[in-house]
């Protein structure tokens, strides 16, 4: 694990943004987020590139393909490539998706995990067999949903239950939490209120699809909504500030438009770091 800290703010970085983003590196960027496996298997000049940004600013990854909930055995040859990566890049931080994405082979989807007790049992089992493997903490990520199937409880409290009986860390995305919120009728606000402040190892946010008024979809490819923003300077309020990341997959616009973005993540984050909290360490 590297000795730096994360901090800031940050944004996902995206092949086709490298030519506009390279010599020079955006200053008002902290940290970038890259998916290892839309990285790996590439060698010359994106590796090049990639390469060049790690060694100049921090870089965290976030999976997609780990599937820790699903019933599959563990695919151990993309952890080893993951691992190597890791520690290639000197990443700080690994996070996935508390979800999974494969039943006898990868379905390319994040579908949602049943809220049962056995399903805990068998989640936390998987992360402490990637943790242990990886010689790092795991970092998960709240992911938005459309159904619930077999739910025996809450999504805050199966959340919870993974959060404390495998000591992974949380990577709270705040826009899913809306959309969730929207399309299962709970109170985002008492959500976030409600998640250990300690394990929140930094935060997503990021536009979303309205498909209708009761059913959102999460994209990536759009602005950042008013309440999502709202519900932002929730968490701040309540847990103090953690170093969040703006995302955008689709509809790329200029990264002098992601700026501006990027810069409204930064005020908040100024409005509430004078708060008096406890004080967390993050990694």
Not at 223 to 238: F, H, N, R, S, T
Request: aromatic share 8%; with cysteine.
């Amino acid at each position: 694990m590297s000795k730096r800290h994360l901090h800031g703010v940050g944004l996902g970085l995206r092949r086709e943004m490298l030519d506009e983003l390279l010599p020079t590196l955006p200053p008002q960027v902290d940290f970038w987020e890259v998916a290892p496996e839309n990285w790996i298997p590439l060698g010359g000049r994106y590796q090049q590139q990639l390469t060049e940004i790690s060694s100049r600013t921090n870089l965290v990854n976030h999976g997609l393909s780990l599937s820790i909930g699903s019933t599959d055995p563990l695919d151990f040859e993309l952890l080893k490539d993951i691992k190597a990566f890791l520690d290639e890049h000197n990443v700080l931080i690994y996070s996935e998706h508390l979800s999974y994405c494969s039943n006898n082979g990868h379905l390319y989807d994040l579908l949602p995990i049943s809220f049962t007790s056995e399903a805990v049992e068998h989640v936390v089992k998987r992360i402490q067999l990637v943790q242990d493997y990886l010689q790092r903490p795991l970092v998960l990520e709240n992911v938005s949903t459309y159904a619930w199937p077999d739910k025996q409880m809450t999504e805050l409290e199966f959340t919870l239950n993974v959060l404390e009986k495998s000591g992974c860390q949380m990577l709270l995305d705040v826009n899913n939490v809306y959309v969730n919120s929207i399309n299962h009728a709970y109170d985002p606000i008492e959500f976030i209120k409600a998640l250990p402040t300690e394990k929140i190892m930094y935060g997503h946010i990021a536009g979303h699809y309205d498909e209708a008024d009761d059913l959102k979809i999460d994209t990536h490819g759009a602005d950042v909504i008013q309440p999502v923003w709202d519900l932002l300077e929730k968490a701040y309020e309540y847990h103090g500030v953690f170093p969040t990341l703006l995302e955008r997959d689709f509809n790329i616009p200029p990264i002098n438009e992601l700026l501006k973005e990027i810069e409204k993540i930064r005020n908040l984050q100024e409005k509430y770091r004078s708060k008096i909290l406890p004080k967390v360490k993050r990694a």
